[in-house]
């Protein structure tokens, strides 16, 4: 003989399945708004390490504009295509000022292979309130011979601006 089971138990099964499955959901977008500036940061990290013979190719020419217009605009224009909004006005002069981009451009461009970030370490520091700020160790490594690495150390901190995360300091240890 089959029991029937009552439709109100079914209605309640399923409450209780979509509630949980809510939940869930709730947990892990909470947990990734609270990962929010590492995750930024290592975005940043990996574009800035994990560099192109074009990246060189670009970098010295928007460079050689700049200095034969005697224009400053050139460069940050470049550097907003390259980062697009992820930087704050100051971490586009710090990425300039320590040249940031550069040193691993030169990489790929002297190895004449692009370079792959392998890892990125972030170690949190102290930082004043709506900072976060970490230091960091990246590994990167040469598309022609994996065993080629290079390695990466520096300090980058990111502000909240307009309620977003961005990058205010990056610089070189």
């Given at each position: 003989m089959k029991k029937k089971v009552s439709r109100s138990l079914i209605i309640t099964l399923a409450a209780i399945f979509a509630a949980f499955i809510v939940t869930v959901v709730l947990v892990f977008s909470f947990k990734s708004g609270m990962d929010a500036p590492e995750k930024l940061a290592k975005a940043v990290l990996m574009r800035t390490y994990g560099a192109t013979k074009q990246d060189?190719?670009?970098?010295?020419?928007?460079?050689?504009?700049?200095?034969?217009?005697?224009d400053s605009q050139i460069l940050l224009d470049y550097m907003h295509t390259v980062y697009g909004e992820q930087l704050t006005d100051n971490g586009?002069?710090?990425?300039?000022?320590?040249?940031?981009?550069?040193?691993?451009?030169?990489?790929?461009?002297?190895e004449n292979t692009d370079l792959?970030?392998?890892?990125?370490?972030?170690?949190?520091?102290?930082?004043?309130?709506?900072r976060r700020g970490y230091l960091f160790t990246v590994q990167a490594q040469t598309e022609k011979d994996v065993s080629n690495t290079f390695t990466f150390k520096g300090y980058i901190e990111l502000v909240q601006e307009d309620g977003n995360w961005k990058v205010d300091i990056i610089s070189p240890r």
């Open positions: 060189y190719e670009d970098l010295n020419h928007a460079l050689s504009q700049s200095q034969s217009r005697d586009y002069e710090k990425c300039i000022a320590n040249r940031i981009i550069s040193s691993a451009s030169q990489i790929a461009y002297d792959k970030v392998s890892a990125i370490e972030l170690q949190p520091t102290d930082a004043l309130e709506g």
